[in-house]
């Protein structure tokens, strides 16, 4: 791919901001100083493949492999500098791919230094440590390009003499899957190792967590987590609640309809958590890998490829406002200059700040409003969990439905176009989810059905005509609910109004929308009840 071509993909990106025309603090919002933004890049890599990753490979040829993806990261770092970027983000697996056993994934490790241990350059010193020709062209590219550069490798580290068994694989290694973070000199700042494995064969789980951060000149500090890690307590909710307030995410993200497509859960989480997110995931057809993108609070500049889509790369660049407390402490920036967040006020809902959003009242309490008599909700499995759902009947209207004590609510005005035939549901879940992972969950959700039958009501669904005008809130017992609104063609659409009260209820509001609601989706992570 030429570089030309690259730049006119990138100027196809989409690109929205969050709208503030419902929020006071937005409201007088001015553009944060000099020094309060940075550039960012992102790069979505369609690897190149090991045909046979169960093979075992010598050191050379798989030296020899991940040459290929090299050339292309060379290629992008070098059009991510043109456009400005100061740090560079590569996706998880980005460099031998993925399906490789314990011991065929032996010729592509390297031993990663912990730069907290040693300072090491492995450009300008590369005979300092032996089999890190990786490490080495890595860090060159970021000296050559000045730019902070983050990838994805595979690490292997001895087990020290007095490791204990029970912590110690019996071959007497580990082997880690790895971020490595370069500065734009080419020293190695940053190593992380991921936490929360997701049927990864190759590599070993950390025998502790590990929280990792690294400071830049431009932005300030900035978290590391990988992939699954982003759904677990830790490293991530440790990351936010030391204060961290910008992640970087390099993934192998294989898309989950109905609530946990990439683009979907990558901007929810930037929205929920209040940090900006930079997201790298690979492109895989076959494994259904896309979604990329720059998120901040209030903003999102983001890649989905489309069915018939050409298999390629993509690289995504932004202007990002920085969050890092201490720097705009420092600068004297406010919140408000930056980012306008959601309210945490206990007396009013955020129901609607327009005298005519709606013609019904403002919602009650959950307890107080009992379902509609006419509405039967009924049982159907959503990515593996048993939702309770509630079908909406009318063209406007309200819902209520419940998984136990937790409660969710609806109002809704239904625009279907003439002739649309789409079958939209309400639905809870609370419980511990156990497929292919385990953690606890409180989740309110608006789903377009697959079909017309009651059964196909959390399944996958891309495409949507029905745009609805609604107000979607849930009684939940975490502070950590993570807010998408997903459209037609796998398109975000921004809130118009988020807002936590002190009673635990989250509110979300939208309307007008721009096309067909796939889902509207209050996502709650009831971390403290993972291991129970």
């Known amino acids: ?113 912990d730069p907290k241990q040693e300072s090491w350059n492995p450009c300008t010193e590369p005979g300092k440590h032996n089999n890190t020709e990786v490490l080495q062209r890595l860090s060159c590219m970021a000296r050559r390009y000045n730019l902070y550069l983050v990838a994805n490798m595979a690490d292997l580290q001895l087990c020290p003499p007095k490791t204990g068994p029970s912590s110690c694989p019996s071959d007497g290694r580990w082997q880690f899957n790895t971020n490595v973070v370069f500065r734009s000199d080419g020293l190695l700042v940053a190593r992380y190792h991921k936490h929360n494995l997701y049927f990864e064969e190759a590599f ?77 995931n690979i492109r895989s057809d076959r494994l259904i890998m896309t979604g990329s993108g720059i998120y901040t609070p209030t903003s999102a500049t983001y890649h989905h490829a489309q069915r018939g889509d050409p298999e390629e790369g993509r690289l995504l660049v932004a202007r990002v406002p920085v969050l890092d407390p201490v720097r705009m402490e420092h600068r004297g920036i406010t919140e408000e200059e930056v980012v306008w967040g959601q309210s945490t006020s206990s007396t009013t809902s955020g129901y609607c700040h327009e005298e005519n959003c709606f013609e019904t009242a403002p919602p009650e309490t959950a307890s107080s409003v009992p379902p509609s008599s006419s509405s039967t909700t009924f049982i159907s499995s959503m990515m593996y969990d048993p939702y309770t759902f509630v079908l909406l009947n009318e063209t406007q209207g309200e819902a209520r439905v419940c998984s136990g004590t937790f409660c969710c609510r609806l109002q809704y005005r239904w625009l279907a176009p003439g002739g649309s035939r789409e079958l939209y549901a309400l639905g809870a879940f609370a419980g511990t989810h156990t497929v292919n992972g385990r953690y606890a969950l409180q989740v309110c959700a608006l789903v377009r059905c697959a079909g017309m039958e009651v059964t196909s009501c959390g399944q996958e669904v891309e495409e949507a005509e029905s745009k609805m005008d609604f107000l979607l809130e849930g009684w939940f017992g975490t502070r950590y609910v993570y807010p998408s609104v997903l459209v037609n063609g796998l398109v975000l659409e921004q809130p118009e109004h988020l807002e936590t009260s002190a009673d635990g209820r989250v509110t979300m509001k939208h309307s007008k929308m721009e096309d067909g609601l796939v889902t509207a989706c209050l996502y709650g992570r009831m971390y403290h009840l993972d291991q129970e």
């Open 204 to 280: 070993d789980k950390p025998p502790r967590p590990e929280i990792t951060t690294f400071d830049t000149p431009f932005a300030g500090t900035f978290g590391l987590i990988t992939c699954f890690d982003i759904l677990f307590q830790e490293p991530t909710l440790t990351l936010l609640e030391k204060g961290v307030r910008q992640m970087i995410f390099p993934t192998a993200w294989m898309n989950q309809l109905p609530l946990l497509d990439t683009i979907q859960f990558q901007r929810a989480f930037s929205s929920g958590a209040n940090v900006t997110l930079l997201a790298a």
């Open 1 to 113: 791919m030429s570089p030309g071509e690259e730049q006119t993909m990138f100027r196809l990106v989409v690109v929205f901001a969050g709208l503030a025309s419902t929020s006071s603090s937005a409201a007088g919002r001015t553009e944060p100083g000099a020094g309060s933004w940075f550039v960012a890049a992102v790069y979505e890599h369609s690897v190149v493949l090991n045909p046979e990753p169960r093979v075992p490979l010598s050191r050379p040829a798989a030296l020899r492999h991940m040459h290929n993806n090299l050339l292309v990261y060379e290629q992008q770092a070098a059009l991510a500098a043109q456009q400005g970027a100061q740090i560079l983000v590569f996706p998880e697996d980005g460099l031998q791919g993925f399906n490789f056993s314990r011991s065929s994934i032996s010729g592509y490790l390297e031993t990663i230094p």
